[in-house]
């Protein structure tokens, strides 16, 4: 009997709401489709289709294959279960790989189909590191250090590839956006591994914090949002106002900056935060993003 079945597709479902993450959906959609409709200034069938895929497919694929492989440590882990993650039971492992790569399948064709060699690599990558971040044989998430930078990838590559695909001119002020916002997702990675450092060294599972250590790794995400911040001081108006949208997130993190490894734990109440601070952050982002579209009109 197979695990839908057993299951019931509804329950099924459900199931892999929880671990596609819906409350971080919009964090992948929402850089494509700026990032597209900025350059392309118009609405398309291909602003649709990838706004779709990185908002729903892209998401489940990203989470579910991650809960796939870090079975061992989710059971382990007491916040995982609700926005933070599914605990996917062994029967539904298999499905929740086939639902991802299904979900995944016709948008990645017609990408594929309307877009140029470019845009193909920029997309196969984005996928590649969505894959292996969790996957063996890298699993690039137990590698200290490329399990931040990886993670990362798979928030500002959808924006990489909005840009790309709607035939964008690089600049260096573009450029220096792109890394401000890749910095943002090494920092928000850094500090999203500080909880989980007993669950991750009961599992065996090494990363950032398991090899630095909770109170460095905090620092170290501290250190990047700040860069992030000074980098965007840089960029043309009105993005230098971006810099000031750092700031509650340094002030979310500042708490941990001395936490103990056996105490690690208690910065899930500021990732619990985090995950709302981005809602608003990319509301500011988001007047930021139409003043500019205004001012370039």
């Known amino acids: 009997m197979s695990a839908a079945s057993s299951l019931g597709v509804g329950a099924l479902a459900r199931r892999l709401l929880v671990s596609s993450r819906p409350v971080s959906w919009?964090?992948?959609?929402?850089?494509?489709?700026?990032?597209?409709?900025?350059?392309?200034?118009?609405?398309?069938?291909?602003?649709?289709?990838?706004?779709l895929f990185f908002l729903v497919p892209y998401n489940l694929a990203m989470y579910g294959i991650n809960d796939v492989f870090d079975y061992e440590s989710d059971v382990r882990n007491p916040r995982k279960g609700g926005v933070h993650g599914a605990v996917l039971e062994r029967r539904l492992h298999r499905p929740t790989l086939w639902a991802a790569g299904l979900s995944c399948a016709p948008f990645v064709i017609y990408l594929v189909a309307i877009g140029s060699p470019t845009s193909w690599l920029v997309l196969a990558a984005s996928l590649f590191f969505l894959v292996f971040y969790s996957a063996p044989p890298l699993r690039l998430k137990e590698r200290p250090f490329a399990d931040s930078v990886t993670s990362s990838i798979h928030f500002f590559s959808p924006a990489v590839y909005g840009l790309v695909l709607a035939g964008a001119v690089w600049t260096w002020q573009?450029?220096?956006?792109?890394?401000?916002?890749?910095?943002?997702?090494?920092?928000?990675?850094?500090?999203?591994?500080?909880?989980?450092?007993?669950?991750?060294?009961?599992?065996?599972?090494?990363?950032?914090?398991?090899?630095?250590?909770?109170?460095?790794?905090?620092?170290?995400?501290?250190?990047?949002?700040?860069?992030a911040g000074v980098i965007m001081l840089g960029t043309e108006w009105p993005g230098?106002?971006?810099?000031?949208?750092?700031?509650?997130?340094?002030?979310?993190?500042?708490?941990?900056?001395?936490?103990?490894?056996?105490?690690?734990?208690?910065?899930t109440r500021g990732w619990r935060r985090f995950l709302w601070l981005n809602q608003v952050a990319g509301f500011l982002i988001t007047l930021l993003l139409i003043w500019y579209a205004v001012l370039t009109d």
Do not use: K, M
């Not at 450029?175 to 991750?200: E, K, M, P, R």
């Not at 230098?240 to 105490?263: G, H, K």
């Open 26 to 51: 919009v964090n992948t959609a929402y850089p494509f489709a700026a990032a597209y409709l900025l350059t392309a200034r118009e609405i398309d069938v291909a602003l649709v289709a990838g706004t």
């Open 174 to 227: 573009l450029v220096a956006i792109i890394l401000a916002f890749a910095l943002w997702g090494i920092a928000s990675h850094a500090f999203g591994a500080v909880q989980d450092v007993v669950a991750d060294r009961a599992a065996g599972i090494s990363s950032i914090a398991t090899f630095r250590g909770a109170a460095w790794t905090a620092r170290f995400a501290l250190a990047c949002y700040t860069l």
């Open 240 to 267: 230098p106002l971006a810099a000031f949208v750092t700031l509650p997130y340094l002030v979310t993190v500042w708490p941990y900056r001395s936490i103990a490894d056996e105490n690690a734990a208690a910065a």
